[in-house]
C-alpha cells in the first residue's frame, strides 16, 4: 500500500517562496508519475505541475515561470519549488502519485499567501 506524505506549507507574504515535499512509501512502490494539485475555498481542484518518470514536467499556465517541480527517484519524493507567490495561490495542496493503475492522494497541506 502506498502513503503520501506531505510537508513544508505554511504563509508567506505576496512575493515569497515555499518549498514543498511530498515522500511516498510503501514496500515495492514504482512511481510512474508525480504531481501537485490544488484547490482554493469554493473552487474545483486544479492541476499544479505534474512530473513523469522519465523527467517530462508539465505546468498549469497560472505558475509556469514561477513554480519548478522536481523528483528524486531514489527516495520516491517530489518537490515543488513555488516562488514570487501571489495571493491567488493560496489553496490547500494535494500531493498525487500513480502507481500502475492506482492515483493516491495525500492529505493536503496549507499554503497561504498574504500580507
Known amino acids: 500500500q502506498v502513503q503520501l506524505v506531505e510537508s513544508g506549507g505554511g504563509s508567506v507574504q505576496p512575493g515569497g517562496s515555499l518549498t514543498l515535499s511530498c515522500a511516498a512509501s510503501?514496500?515495492?512502490?514504482?512511481?510512474?508519475?508525480m504531481g501537485w494539485y490544488r484547490q482554493a475555498p469554493g473552487k474545483e481542484r486544479e492541476l499544479v505541475a505534474v512530473?513523469?518518470?522519465?523527467?517530462?514536467?508539465s505546468f498549469a499556465d497560472s505558475v509556469k515561470g514561477r513554480f519548478t517541480i522536481s523528483r528524486d527517484n531514489h527516495k520516491n519524493t517530489v518537490y515543488l519549488q513555488m516562488n514570487s507567490l501571489k495571493a491567488e495561490d493560496t489553496a490547500v495542496y494535494y500531493c498525487?502519485?500513480?502507481?500502475?493503475?492506482?492515483?493516491?492522494w495525500g492529505q493536503g497541506t496549507q499554503v497561504t499567501v498574504s500580507s
Open positions: 498525487n502519485a500513480i502507481s500502475g493503475r492506482l492515483s493516491i
Open positions: 510503501g514496500s515495492g512502490v514504482v512511481i510512474n508519475s
Open positions: 512530473i513523469s518518470n522519465i523527467d517530462i514536467r
